[in-house]
């Protein structure tokens, strides 16, 4: 059974900073881009970032660039997000995914095959 089991999210003040960590199983996700995205209330989700096998590619969105940091560790199959200096507008739910072969990024939610059940981040204010 393959599974992505997010964790770390919770509640932060504005200005802080949370690290997400999704850690995969029950597959090998060799070549394959993963990504982190993010539903908040009343909204579609969105792709927030997303990370190549080697971690030679990254994409961002243009509302987290330069605040957030995805990463990945091959060897233990897990990603994580880094949040730094959030803003209440980051409250959402986040989701892991995995695209299912080796492949280049995903741009889309539809080009994912694994999700994880997602994190809560509430950034207060």
């Known amino acids: 059974q393959v599974q992505l089991v997010e964790s770390g999210g919770g509640l932060v003040q504005a200005g802080g900073s949370l690290r997400l960590s999704c850690a995969a199983s029950?597959?090998?996700?060799?070549?394959?881009?993963m990504g982190w995205f993010r539903q908040a209330p009343g909204k579609e989700r969105e792709l927030v970032a997303a990370?190549?096998?080697?971690?030679?590619?990254?994409y961002y969105a243009d509302s987290v660039k330069g605040r957030f940091i995805i990463s990945r560790d091959s060897a233990k199959n897990t990603v994580y997000l880094e949040l730094n200096r959030v803003k209440p507008e980051d409250t959402a739910v986040y989701y892991c995914?995995?695209?299912?072969?080796?492949?280049?990024?995903?741009?889309?939610?539809?080009?994912?095959?694994?999700w994880g059940q997602g994190t809560q981040v509430t950034v207060s204010s």
């Open positions: 995914a995995a695209r299912r072969w080796e492949g280049g990024l995903g741009y889309s939610e539809y080009e994912y095959y694994y």
């Open positions: 029950g597959r090998t996700f060799s070549g394959c881009a």
């Open positions: 990370i190549s096998w080697n971690g030679g590619s990254t």
